[in-house]
């Protein structure tokens, strides 16, 4: 992993190598705070670490102030097109700002928000995207990776020039290798912390898919100190599909890994129905176990000797091992029932 700069979000810590923290956005109408808290709350208990909101409005801004009563993950305030909006959301007790530096308004309205943000010692995320460029070097370079970069980092350099230096970058885009391209290109250029994300990803399934496969190459690559996964669905789902992707690169390892081989003609029980159950039953279990649920016995117990418990089956019999032993043979009928016994013992008894 890259070591960045340290940047403190409302007592959580982005960068200087501590974990990747886990972001969504809400959304539902800031100003409508019960709604707000309630979806903000439900998140948190989901694994999310930072929440953002939309600021349309003055009324969005002064909603921040009773958000953050209720809740205890840091808020940020997400501003387009309005410096006062920013200073508003400050002034109301948001944790951090991120801002777009295509349409923020220039150099005179990032020293406005600079002030706000030094006087209230909160950090900023400068947030560029292939939908708001900034002119200059859209035209300089079009849509890629260059133009995302530079764009981000003139709008740091700003913040910089007025004495801010708690500041965390993105450089979004909906296309996959752009957005790959664009955080290696960033990454080499400077030491901010990053957020990492592929902005308008789509609905569930190819959200992911895309996400997966931009973020997890960036993070395999030590790139990468907050991320978002962006899904058109109810936000919790980001927040499982990023859990999922950490563990994936090995970057999160307190949880049950449950591996199951996609089956073939030599299974004759119902392996791909208990593989989906030990899943669910294990998804919120914060202990390092492996679990193997294997369609047959003539390599189950060998591919996954290094797994705390598994089982493999055919028509006949199947096998509940550890470590590759044999513990015991059971029938396909009562397999699901045994194992699962078992995997209760191992997750209690530890």
Not at 84 to 108: F, M, Q, T
Not at 158 to 186: Q, R
Not at 299 to 328: H, L, Q, T
Request: aromatic share 4%; hydrophobic share 40%.
């Amino acid at each position: 992993m890259k070591t960045t700069k340290k940047v403190n979000v409302g007592g959580v810590i982005v960068g200087g190598g501590e974990s990747v923290k886990i972001q969504s956005m809400c959304t539902t109408k800031t100003q409508d705070v019960g709604k707000t808290v309630e979806q903000i709350l439900s998140l948190e208990r989901a694994g999310c670490e930072i929440i953002r909101v939309s600021v349309l409005d003055e009324y969005d801004a002064a909603a921040i102030k009773r958000i953050k009563e209720q809740i205890n993950i840091p808020l940020v305030a997400d501003i387009h097109f309005s410096s006062r909006l920013a200073v508003l959301a400050i002034e109301n007790g948001v944790d951090k700002v991120r801002i777009n530096p295509g349409n923020i308004g220039g150099e005179e309205h990032i020293r406005l928000v600079a002030d706000c943000i030094k006087a209230h010692n909160i950090p900023v995320r400068v947030g560029s995207n292939t939908g708001s460029l900034e002119k200059e070097f859209l035209h300089k370079y079009g849509k890629n990776e260059r133009s995302l970069v530079e764009s981000a980092l003139k709008s740091a350099s700003y913040f910089e020039k007025c004495g801010v230096n708690d500041i965390v970058l993105s450089v979004k885009a909906s296309d996959v290798p752009l957005t790959v391209k664009a955080y290696k290109y960033l990454s080499s250029l400077c030491d901010y912390p990053l957020h990492i994300g592929v902005t308008e990803a789509g609905t569930e399934e190819m959200a992911v898919v895309k996400s997966s496969a931009a973020l997890g190459a960036l993070l395999l690559d030590g790139i990468g100190d907050t991320l978002r996964i962006s899904i058109t669905d109810d936000p919790a789902k980001e927040i499982r599909a990023a859990r999922r992707l950490l563990r994936a690169v090995g970057l999160d390892k307190n949880f049950v890994n449950v591996i199951s081989c996609p089956t073939c003609g030599r299974c004759g029980w119902e392996s791909m129905q208990l593989a989906r159950k030990v899943t669910a039953l294990t998804e919120d279990i914060g202990k390092p176990l492996k679990i193997a649920v294997m369609g047959c016995v003539v390599n189950g117990p060998g591919e996954a000797a290094d797994c705390d418990i598994g089982i493999a089956g055919s028509k006949d019999y199947c096998v509940i091992f550890r470590r590759g032993e044999i513990m015991r043979k059971v029938a396909p009928d009562n397999a699901e029932e045994e194992f699962l016994k078992e995997i209760h013992k191992l997750i209690n008894d530890g």
